[in-house]
């Protein structure tokens, strides 16, 4: 086979990659958790560690104290919400700074897919933290474009957020690339049923969650570290032949 008929069989199955980013390129998950579980203790409310990271971890900060607040019987107008998560938007920022936040071997996987691939994010995280996050980790001209939690009604599992970071994409580069074309890394079981939903497919990373947990990924890698990029497509296609 030649290398353009390899290239062309490459790019159909891949055009783009959408990264997700707390707990998938960067160490934060822990640092929410304790904004969160703060913001919570001054309104009376006390949350477990276990219980955020079993079924909280891919919930917006709206969506965990909108949760939060009706299960013990508090009030949760749209305004109480909007100040506890400015609360704990200001605890966050105060919590990663200075903080070294990247998974070994985050900033070369993702310089590796931008230099052939473009690249969006779709985080759960607000705007200013994510852009803050990517700055500070020197990546942040390695996305075209970026969705978070302030763009979106719903936030993982509901595809919103993957579909809204490929129609920025898209709007970017003046392309049409199609959802299939689309790799998604993950890092949570919300975010592969979002991205599965989306009609994406899925590399999941098992940085905060056992593989098993996983297991509806396309593919899953033990962390980044022990991730290449041509492995990873080589996979996907072999991964996709099977499923045709």
């Known amino acids: 086979?030649?290398?353009?008929?390899?290239?062309?069989?490459?790019?159909?199955?891949?055009?783009?990659i959408v990264?997700?980013?707390?707990?998938?390129?960067?160490d934060t998950e822990p640092m929410h958790f304790t904004g969160i579980a703060e913001v919570?203790?001054?309104?009376?409310?006390?949350?477990?560690?276990?219980?955020?990271?079993?079924?909280?971890?891919?919930?917006?900060?709206?969506e965990c104290f909108e949760l939060m607040l009706r299960e013990r019987g508090h009030p949760s107008s749209s305004e109480i919400v909007a100040a506890m998560v400015e609360?704990?938007?200001r605890r966050y920022l105060e919590l990663i700074d200075g903080a070294n936040l990247l998974y070994p071997a985050a900033h070369r996987f993702v310089c590796n897919c931008a230099a052939r691939?473009?690249?969006?994010?779709?985080?759960?995280?607000?705007?200013?933290?994510?852009?803050?996050?990517?700055?500070?980790?020197?990546?942040?001209?390695?996305?075209?474009?970026?969705?978070?939690?302030?763009?979106?009604?719903?936030?993982?599992?509901?595809p919103a957020l993957f579909q809204l970071a490929l129609m920025r994409l898209n709007q970017r580069l003046g392309a049409?690339?199609?959802?299939?074309?689309?790799?998604?890394?993950?890092?949570?079981?919300?975010?592969?049923?979002?991205?599965?939903?989306?009609?994406?497919?899925?590399l999941a990373i098992a940085h905060t969650s056992a593989p098993e947990m996983l297991a509806q990924a396309d593919l899953i890698r033990p962390s980044l570290a022990e991730t290449d990029l041509d492995d990873v497509l080589s996979a996907l296609r072999l991964h996709t032949r099977q499923v045709q």
């Open 1 to 16: 086979m030649s290398a353009l008929v390899r290239h062309k069989s490459m790019m159909d199955t891949v055009a783009a």
């Open 19 to 26: 990264f997700d980013l707390d707990g998938t390129l960067v």
């Open 40 to 62: 919570l203790a001054q309104e009376g409310i006390e949350l477990a560690r276990e219980d955020y990271f079993r079924r909280l971890i891919h919930f917006t900060d709206r």
């Open 87 to 89: 609360r704990k938007a």
């Open 117 to 158: 691939f473009p690249l969006a994010l779709a985080t759960g995280t607000l705007r200013h933290e994510a852009e803050l996050i990517l700055r500070r980790m020197e990546l942040a001209d390695c996305f075209v474009a970026v969705a978070s939690a302030d763009d979106v009604a719903c936030g993982k599992p509901d």
């Open 176 to 202: 049409e690339i199609q959802a299939r074309q689309c790799l998604v890394v993950e890092d949570t079981t919300a975010g592969i049923e979002a991205a599965h939903a989306a009609g994406m497919k899925v």
